[in-house]
């Protein structure tokens, strides 16, 4: 591919990645292969590619996404069509985190049974945060999804966790709270 890698994530014997595409690359043996999973459609850039399961895949456009197996064929019927513009995501099993421009989208992926299995739980979390800047800055064992929420007079790092439904903000810098507010969506 001519374009720069815009996500990488490792895997068993080599590691995945996205550009214009996504593309698997075995390391495994004497040579390098590199193979495309999925196309992209024009003007619809991969922004992550998330292990769901040892099988399982999503491909996380800038549009839409797609479920597949670590060989690229679909394993779910459904197509994903993104109601906000994600900017990063994060998979805690069974939780996925999508960041938007303000805030926090947290779906539930239901179990795979068949390539009719639903991609989706119908009803989501929504996690409003007012401020310039959210970022994932990490994850911990215990399921909690860092944040950093970042306005022009201070920073706060939240911890999220959608399986304990547990929420927590540690502030640095300036006195001023930024509120944030938890709904349901179906």
Known sequence: TNEPAMCVTPWQSGFFFGSDSFYSCNLEGPSVRVKSLASSRPADLPIA????SDRELLLAYQNHARFVSIK????????IEWEQLPL??????PYLYMVTMHGLEIMRVQSYSSSDSAAFHPEKEYVRMNGSGVHITGRRSNGDVHLALTTASLTELHFINAAQKRT????????ERVPDKRSKMA
């Open 49 to 52: 590619i998330l292990p769901i």
């Open 72 to 79: 690229g064929t679909r394993t779910r019927k459904q197509q």
């Open 88 to 93: 990063e995501f994060c998979y805690v099993a």
């Open 168 to 175: 927590a903000a540690n502030k640095r810098k300036g006195s």
